[in-house]
C-alpha cells in the first residue's frame, strides 16, 4: 500500500503530482522521519477543484452497482493491508494498538456502510394538486470538500469522504499537515486501489491556508469540517460569505457524572478511560467528573489508582497504554492549561510528569467552576474531577458549557433517564463513559460542539451529501393563458 513510494513528496490529484513543496512527517513518539508528502497551495487546490467537477458528472451517471463496487473493494483492500496500516497509524498519530483497531475497525464499518447509500431510495413522490407527477428526488451535491483533525484521520476523513462519494460526488480532502499520511496518503491508495476513477478524489496535504483555499475553491460546494471550535467558526464564517453549505463537527467539554450510589470503582474505571484514553485527544474525552460530594474524596482515590497504573511511553511497545501527544505545541497548551488551573487553587493528585511527548495521567481536584481545566476543551490526559451536592447542582454543572457533544451518567438508570431528559448534550450514554462512535448512529453535537449537523446512518449521510430537487412531469405540455 505505501512500501512503493509512489506517493512520496506528492499530492494526490487526477494522479500522484508534484504539489508546491513538501511535508515531512514525524514519528511523534521518536522524533524519527516517517516520510514526505506533498504540500498543496491555493493553485494546487484550484485545479484539484476544476478537475473534480469536470470528473463528478460521469460518477453520478456511474452505475449504483460500479459505485457500490469501489466502496466494497476500498473495505477489502483496507482488511488485506490491515496490518500495514495499523503500524503507520500507530506511528504516526500516536495510537496505542487498542486505539488504531478501534479506529480502523470503524473505518471498515464506514466503508462498507457507505456501498450500501446508492442503492437506497433517493427521494419521494410527493402528493400534487395538478395534474402530473411530482417528486423530491436527491441528487449529488457535486464536489465536496473535507477538512480532517490528526487525532483519529483515518476514520474522521472516510466518515465524510465514503458517503461523499457513494452518493455520487467529487471530493477535496485535506488532512491536517501532521498526519499526512495516515489521514491523507492512505485514503488516496485505498481508493486508487480499489479503481475510483481519476479526478474524483483529490488529497490535498497543508495546512490553514489550504483548508481555507478549499473551502474558496469555486466549485466546493459543501464543506465537512472537523476540528476545533475556534476553527470551526473561521471555516464557517468563510463558507457562509460564499453562501455554501456546512457540516462542522468541533470540539467538547464533556461530563462523567456518577450518581450517588453508584459501584464507584466501576466509575473510576470508566472516567479514567473517558479521560485518559489516546492521551485525552479525542473530541468526546471527558473534561469533567462530577461526583456526589460524599463519595468525592473514595473516588479521587481510585481514579488516582487507576491513573497510576497507566504508563505512557512509545504506543510500538506492548506495555504503554498511552502514546504521546502530537507536538509539542499541544503539550505547552496542556500544561499552561494545568498551571493556571494549580495557581487558583487547583490540586494535582497524582500524574504529569513529562518525557519528551508523553505525560503520564493527571488528575485534578480542587477546581471551582471558573478554573481554565473545567472550562476549556484540554485536549490531553488531564482528568478534572468536583464533587456535587445534589442532582439540580450536578445537571446544571454538566450543562454550563458552550459545547455539547457527549455526556456519560453511570449509575441508577431511572435517575439516569431522568437527567438526560435535561441535560444538552448530542450523545448521552448511560452506564458507559463518553468515548464510541458506530457508523450507522446520528454523531454529533450541539452549541459550540458543531451546527447542528450529524455523522452516520443513511438518512444523515442522504442529507449530508445531496441536494434535493423537485421534480414535476405531466404527459403533455401544459396549457398557459399567454
Ligand atoms: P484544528 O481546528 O486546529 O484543525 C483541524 C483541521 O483544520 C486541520 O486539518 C487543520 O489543518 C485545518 N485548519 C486549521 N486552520 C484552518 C483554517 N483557518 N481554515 C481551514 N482549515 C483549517 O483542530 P485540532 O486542534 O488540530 O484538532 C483537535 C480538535 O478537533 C479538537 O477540538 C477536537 O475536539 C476536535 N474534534 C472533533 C471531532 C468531532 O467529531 N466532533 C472529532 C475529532 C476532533
Sequence with gaps: MLEDQRWAAKIFSSGWQPGSGTLDVVEPATGAPLGRTGLADAADVAAASAAAAAAQPAWAAASILDRAAVLRRAAGILEQHLAEITEQLIRETGSVPGKAGFELGLALRTLLDAAGLPSLAQGEVLPTAG?????????????????????????????????ALALGNAVLLKPDPRTPIAGGVILARLFEEAGLPEG????????????????????????SFTGSAATGRQVGELAAAQLKKTHLELGGKNSVLVLPGADLAKAASAAAFASFFHQGQVCMSAGRILVPEAQHDEFVELLCAAADRLTAGDPRLADSDLGPLIDARQLARIKSIVADSVADGARIRTGGETAGLFMQPLVLSGLRPEHRAWQAEIFGPVAPVMGYRDLDQAVDLVNATEYGLSTSILG???????????????????????????????????????????????????????????????????????
Excluded at 428526488?137 to 474522521?156: D, E, H, Y
Design 131 to 163: 395534474d402530473r407527477w411530482s417528486f423530491a428526488r436527491r441528487i449529488p451535491i457535486g464536489v465536496v470538500g473535507v477538512i480532517s483533525p490528526f487525532n483519529s484521520p483515518i476514520v474522521l476523513g472516510l466518515r465524510s469522504v465514503a458517503p
Design 412 to 482: 441508577d438508570v431511572g435517575t439516569a433517564m431522568r437527567l438526560a431528559d435535561r441535560i444538552r448534550s448530542g450523545i448521552v450514554h448511560i452506564n458507559e463513559q463518553t468515548i464510541d462512535d458506530e457508523p450507522n448512529v446520528p454523531f454529533g453535537g450541539t452549541g459550540a460542539s458543531g451546527n447542528g449537523t450529524r455523522f452516520g446512518g443513511a438518512a444523515a449521510n442522504l442529507e449530508a451529501y445531496t441536494e434535493t430537487q423537485w421534480l414535476t412531469v405531466r404527459s403533455e405540455i401544459a396549457d398557459y393563458p399567454f
Design 200 to 223: 474524483l478524489l483529490h488529497v490535498l496535504p497543508g495546512g490553514a491556508e489550504t483548508g481555507q483555499a478549499v473551502v474558496r475553491a469555486a466549485e466546493v460546494q459543501m464543506i
